[in-house]
């Protein structure tokens, strides 16, 4: 198997998968310093922001930080640049195509991850030369794709010559022993690290997230991405889409309900009428930890599942 902590330089496989407005600086040190590799989302955030939150993670770590840039970020040139400027450790892109970027990039030896959610994505990426990819199944909190894990992982890792991560419905050891089985060297976590006690999320979502059942995720506008496909918790925002949707409203009609809909129930606490994106497998999270309590109960429940080569 690729040694993927030889590569990006951690001590687990584990990558903490960026979430808009929630995991900064301070978040992604604590990843870092449990033994992963922690990720700062810039989302839709000034320069200003990224380049604080980096800053402040460098600070508090000696480890590798990511920082995600999404390719349709209306600041995604100035952030690259920063990239160079700083030079920074691990870029996770998604959202589209960084290859305007990454010759700059690769030649600063920098490292280059990519999201993707379909076969032929991780094909292009690997063509351009990222140096990971990561295969997010449609269990996965936020906007999602339309494979699951168990059926993305096994192609994409046929389709690509270069390492893949596993990601989607995984939250414990069991499902990192089954992403190795799919082919993938590593996994990278969303939902299991919002319940991180360094994970800045409103009080609100916090008491929803730990209420929450699998059965209360849904998701969001489909048939339309553009609608604001997304897994989030079933709420009022949810049932006024769905009633939208019913009555046959026009596509401009939709943007009021989604604009800001993250924040909103993430930040400012609005669970109802935000959209409190959060994976599959949140049943299966209960309790608030430190990211790195989270990271030693993975490896441990990791290294409990027979027949497979110990993660130490």
């Not at 380049?51 to 100035?78: F, H």
Request: proline share 5%; with cysteine; hydrophobic share 45%.
């Amino acid at each position: 198997m690729f040694d993927l902590c030889r590569l990006l330089n951690i001590r687990y496989p584990i990558i903490q998968g960026a979430m808009g407005h929630v995991t900064g600086g301070a978040m992604a040190a604590a990843v870092t310093r449990g033994g992963g590799l922690g990720t700062i989302a810039s989302a839709e955030k000034p320069l200003e922001y990224v380049q604080r939150e980096y800053r402040l993670a460098k600070e508090l770590t000696d480890g590798p930080v990511a920082l995600n840039i999404p390719v349709n970020n209306s600041r995604c040139a100035d952030i690259a640049r920063f990239v160079l400027d700083e030079h920074v450790d691990v870029v996770v892109t998604s959202a589209g195509s960084p290859k305007a970027f990454l010759a700059d990039w690769k030649r600063e030896g920098i490292r280059v991850i990519s999201v993707v959610a379909t076969v032929e994505h991780a094909r292009k990426m690997s063509d351009a030369g990222v140096d990971v990819i990561v295969a997010e199944g449609m269990e996965s909190g936020g906007r999602i794709g339309s494979m699951t894990t168990m059926t993305l992982i096994p192609q994409v890792v046929d389709a690509v010559s270069v390492p893949v991560v596993a990601a989607g419905g995984i939250a414990d050891g069991r499902g990192i022993a089954a992403a190795f089985a799919l082919g993938a060297c590593g996994v990278q976590i969303g939902t299991r690290f919002l319940f991180a006690e360094e994970c800045p999320v409103h009080e609100n979502f916090r008491r929803a997230i730990l209420a929450a059942k699998s059965a209360d995720v849904v998701i969001t506008g489909r048939p339309y991405s553009y609608r604001g496909e997304a897994r989030i918790l079933r709420n009022a925002l949810y049932e006024k889409y769905i009633e939208m949707e019913k009555s046959g409203a026009a596509d401009e009609d939709y943007k009021p309900l989604f604009d800001a809909s993250m924040p909103r129930a993430l930040v400012e606490g609005d669970v109802e009428n935000g959209s409190p994106m959060v994976g599959q497998i949140v049943g299966m999270c209960s309790r608030v930890q430190p990211a790195a309590e989270i990271i030693r109960e993975l490896v441990d429940d990791y290294n409990r599942q027979p027949g497979l080569p110990r993660i130490s």
